[in-house]
Nanobody, 125 residues
Framework: QVQLVESGGGLVQPGGSLRLSCAASGRTFSDYVMGWFRQAPGKERKFISAIDWGGAGTHYSDSVKGRFIISRDNAKATVYLQMNSLNPEDTAVYYC??????????????????WGKGTLVTVSS
């Protein structure tokens, strides 16, 4: 089992920044591809970003490319999501995910092994 705990959410003004963290425990962190998803009120959960086992390979959705940066620290078993130039459309619950497969993380969301419980990000003036 892998336990994932997100933190760093909150209220931010449009144009502002936040950094989300996801701390993992339970298994070897570097064995897992890590990802971030978000779910806005009344909408389905959507892929945001993923990072491979060593941190060299990253993927982003078009909606966040150029504004968000994913990174990981395998020594701390933590993945981060730096979010810049936030706008109200970024308001959502953000979820951390772990899976052994990059294909699953980026394409077959229903097959993802582990999910965190989410952290709420609200972008509003």
């Amino acid at each position: 089992q892998v336990q994932l705990v997100e933190s760093g959410g909150g209220l931010v003004q449009p144009g502002g920044s936040l950094r989300l963290s996801c701390a993992a425990s339970g298994r070897t962190f570097s064995d897992y591809v890590m990802g971030w998803f978000r779910q806005a009120p009344g909408k389905e959960r959507k892929f945001i970003s993923a990072i491979d086992w060593g941190g060299a390979g990253t993927h982003y959705s078009d909606s966040v490319k150029g504004r968000f940066i994913i990174s990981r620290d395998n020594a701390k078993a933590t993945v981060y999501l730096q979010m810049n130039s936030l706008n109200p459309e970024d308001t959502a619950v953000y979820y951390c995910a772990a899976d052994r497969s990059m294909l699953t993380m980026t394409s077959d969301y229903s097959g993802i092994d582990y999910w965190g419980k989410g952290t709420l990000v609200t972008v509003s003036s």
